[in-house]
């Protein structure tokens, strides 16, 4: 109820499905009293027709009664979490076996509820549904896709995009995933000793529809749960990636991952120009040397032409390669502000380079330091902050991509 005592408007559909052909009363009417003070509309159905109701609904919750022949019921659960793993799938059963309950969370669903219904399971279960939502926002809120780029070679851009993303899937526990947009020399793979089967080429070679499912197949678990979609192994496959297939992965990688950490090389043409627009932030990384800070005054204004606001630009600032500008004149003559310096410490950078490995945490003043404090920034700048997501790819990937 509002406070002017008129029932508030239902901000939600729970759609109820019964095997196709189920007759009985069914659990629907006591439910809808039940599911009211949590602003939700019934709707039932039959398991034919969920799937369908799902999408054009764009419902977040779901029940799924069992009948007789639990196999249908099952694979329906299954079916419907491996196409949305967002969705929060209710399995309603009048087996109370610990076999069927496994059975059950393992297909996918978030909760398993006994027939005949109790309210009172119901409205735990809502609760607990309600409180998942309030704070991750809704199941399918957009993820953050952060760009780094290098004004200059061999600055430590790479270094900074995989320790970047790995401390955000360490620190925050989120789903978080690499992109590797330096299609040629693409060495994020052995900067975290993977050898990847497939890589960005897929999406260019790909005959069908690029939906989640075929990206999940294109990209590579390092046994830290951190998600990688590589560079094409082969040189020459890199000229068939174009902006169309960075702008269709990132997309997709939004909306399964709550970041998506992009490393870029040193050519600006279609897919890094992609990137560009994509991103939620662009980390532009530059040295203080003369042609460092010159370079990223010419970023900066080639970001102005392209209609890429400021405001979405980080300034980063390396001291790995000493420089004689100062951090003002290199703010002043860039246009932003820095937002972090990273100190030059060649031992935690080659070290994890040739281990293959992220940096240890961090050693006070260190490069691992920085780039944690560069974490907590961009982390604490909004968004979900503990947003579950690509259940899916958890599940594509059970056994861990070994070297
Ligand atoms: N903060 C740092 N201090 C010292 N050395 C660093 C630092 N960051 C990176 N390096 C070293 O600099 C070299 C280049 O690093 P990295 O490959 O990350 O740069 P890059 O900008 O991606 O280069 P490229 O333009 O070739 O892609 C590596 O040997 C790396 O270990
Ligand atoms: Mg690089």
């Known amino acids: 109820m509002t ?7 239902e901000e939600g559909t729970l759609l109820w499905a019964r095997p196709d052909g189920a007759t009985g009363p069914g659990s629907v009417e006591p439910l809808r009293v039940a599911v009211r003070e949590f602003k939700l509309a019934v709707h039932a159905c039959t398991y034919g027709e969920l799937p369908e109701l799902v999408r054009v609904r764009r419902c977040e919750l779901v029940g799924i009664e069992l009948g007789e022949d639990a196999e249908a019921g099952v694979a329906l659960i299954k079916r419907l979490h491996e196409r949305l793993p967002a969705l929060n799938i209710f399995a309603v059963s009048d087996d109370p076996s610990v076999s069927l309950l496994r059975t059950l969370l393992e297909a996918g669903a978030s909760d398993v509820l006994s027939l005949p219904l109790s309210s009172q399971e119901l409205h735990k279960a809502l609760i607990k549904f309600s409180q998942v939502r309030s704070k991750t926002g809704p199941a399918n809120a957009p993820g953050t896709v952060l760009t780094v780029y290098g004004v200059r070679g061999g600055l430590g851009a790479t270094t900074l995009a995989v320790n970047l ?66 560079a094409p192994s082969e040189i020459e496959e890199a000229d068939a990636i174009g902006h169309n297939e960075v702008e269709v992965a990132l997309r997709l990688l939004r909306s399964q991952f709550r970041y998506a950490v992009v490393d870029t090389g040193r050519t600006i043409s279609g897919p890094a120009l992609a990137a560009f627009e994509q991103s939620d932030r662009l980390l532009m990384l530059t040295d203080l040397s003369v042609p460092g800070v ?35 004149d290199a703010a002043r003559a860039i246009g932003k502000e820095v937002f972090q310096v990273l100190p030059r410490d060649e031992q935690a950078a080659s070290g994890a380079m040739n281990a293959g490995a992220p940096i240890a945490a961090g050693r006070e003043g260190g490069l691992g330091t920085a780039i944690a404090e560069l974490a907590d920034k961009v982390a604490g700048r909004g968004g979900a902050p503990k947003a579950k997501r690509g259940h899916l790819l958890q599940r594509i990937f059970t056994r861990e991509t070994r070297p």
């Open 3 to 9: 406070t002017n005592g008129t029932m508030a408007p």
């Open 294 to 328: 010159r370079a990223a005054r010419r970023i900066v204004e080639l970001l102005d032409r392209l209609s890429i606001p400021r405001e979405r630009v980080d300034l980063i600032v390396t001291q790995a390669i000493p420089g004689p500008v100062s951090l003002q």
């Open 165 to 230: 993303a790995a401390r955000l899937h360490a620190t925050l526990e989120v789903e978080t995933a690499l992109v590797d947009l330096d299609l040629q020399r693409g060495d994020v793979a052995a900067f975290l000793n993977l050898t990847p089967v497939n890589s960005l080429a897929a999406l260019a070679n790909a005959t069908g529809t690029v939906d989640e499912i075929f990206l999940a197949g294109t990209l590579t678990r390092h046994p830290s749960g951190l998600f990688l979609l590589p």
